[in-house]
């Protein structure tokens, strides 16, 4: 029996699932070929994960829109069945804690969510964070994420909203 070689590092895996048969003996069961009995199971986890309600969000730290300075930080395994004001909560016990992130980003005052990107949608030109629809993009904190149109791989900023409304009125930049 030959087997492709794309499909090799997940023989391996099934291979140390079940170490007492060789490979050969892993797929003669299976009424397809090898790539057939990949493909199913590949369905299945995805179908799982998709279940799960969990996701994969990338939340943009930003310290000065003026300066453009930010920091991404991603958090997977994101359940969007709790409300914006619980993720926000989360978001402040766990910032802090970073040892990744320079102490003026750990220490500042954040209070506000607004969607910068979703998976397969358009991106804004601007560097930080688009300054319109803010009645559809800003998180309602009485929300769940899920409602609040919170998908896998969406990009969040998270700011101070005085800062923000202070810099919509004025959009200038220092440099």
Known sequence: MM???????????????????????????????????????????????????????????????????FRPVVYHGVSVEQTVREFIEFLKQDIPLRPSLPPPFRNYKYDK????????????????????????????EESTLKAAGIASETEIAFFCEEDYRNYKTNPILSW
């Open 3 to 69: 087997v492709p070689a794309r499909c090799m590092p997940i023989i391996g895996q099934a291979a140390a699932q079940a170490p007492e048969k060789d490979q050969t003996q892993l797929f003669t069961a299976y009424p397809g070929n090898v790539t057939d009995w990949l493909w199913e199971k590949t369905r299945a986890k995805e179908f799982l994960h998709m279940a799960s309600e969990e996701v994969t969000v990338t939340v943009r730290l930003i310290r000065s829109f003026e300066h453009r300075n």
């Open 113 to 140: 969510l607004k969607i910068i990107h979703q998976a397969h949608k358009s991106k804004t030109n601007e560097l930080v964070l688009g300054l319109e629809d803010d009645d559809r993009l800003l998180l309602k």
